[in-house]
């Protein structure tokens, strides 16, 4: 990916994407999960690496394999990822957070297998909120100059008669409090662990979004592409 003197846009550039789905677990062999297969998340380390990025690549049980060149790091569940984040993001030009996060982790887990008591009863699981990692990113920059400058969310909506998938996506951009929010739709057949994805970019300035449309690895590039510019706009 270059610019129009055919310099790598994201050259000199530190990128830093998280990938994947976290596991909570449960007890010592189970875990809740997600269907995000990190595909996404993987293209999107191509395409940095590909335009001349220094790309660390911090995967949650990606179903793909991880791309040559980049830095990994690997991490599980949501607080794991957060100690991943906040280790690794300073000193870096941008964070774009794509792996998906579980909101919602048991409250508690048990050193051993959970066994069946008895012949009828199941437990109920009680479950406890998981930090918002790109929500405290954005809080903790204000007194760290190291964090990134640029954070990218990105937003999985469906739309319903409460409001369109581009409604939700300028909520949660302003919710969140950054740069730049990646929306995509879903549905039971849409993005998870398929090849194509339809994606729309957001930006806290108000400046026009984006859209992009075709395999992981071109959207991938709009999004790197439009990082590049975001990243350039705030150093010149
Ligand atoms: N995210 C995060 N930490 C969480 C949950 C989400 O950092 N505990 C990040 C995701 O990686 C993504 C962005 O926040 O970049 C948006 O995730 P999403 O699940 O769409 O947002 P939520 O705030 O969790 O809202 P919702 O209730 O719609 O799931
Ligand atoms: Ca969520």
């Known amino acids: 990916i270059q610019d129009l003197l055919g310099e790598p846009v994201l050259a000199g550039r530190k990128v830093v994407i998280t990938a994947g789905g976290t596991r909570e677990p449960l007890d010592p062999v189970r875990f809740l999960g997600n269907r995000s297969s990190g595909r996404q998340g993987v293209a999107l380390a191509q395409a940095a690496r590909d335009a001349g990025a220094e790309v660390t690549l911090i995967a949650t049980h990606l179903e793909v394999p991880v791309p040559h060149g980049v830095n990994v790091i690997h991490a599980s569940s949501a607080l794991e990822l957060r100690d991943a984040v906040f280790e690794h993001a300073p000193g870096h030009d941008a964070l774009i957070m794509n792996a998906a996060v579980a909101d919602f982790r048991p409250a508690s887990v048990e050193n051993s297998k959970i066994k069946k008591r008895d012949e009828h009863s199941a437990p109920v699981i009680e479950l406890v909120r998981n930090p918002d990692i790109l929500a405290e990113l954005v809080q903790a920059r204000r007194s760290n100059e190291q964090l990134p400058g640029v954070i990218v969310g990105f937003a999985a909506e ?79």
């Open 158 to 236: 469906t739309g319903d008669e409460q409001g369109t998938v581009l409604e939700y996506g300028q909520a949660k951009l302003a919710r969140k409090g950054c740069e730049m929010l990646v929306v995509n739709e879903v549905g039971a057949s849409l993005t998870f662990g398929q090849d194509t994805n339809t994606i729309q970019v957001l930006f806290a300035d108000g400046r026009p979004s984006a859209t992009a449309s075709g395999s992981k690895i071109d959207v991938a590039r709009v999004v790197i592409q439009e990082l590049a510019a975001e990243i350039n706009g705030h150093t010149t």
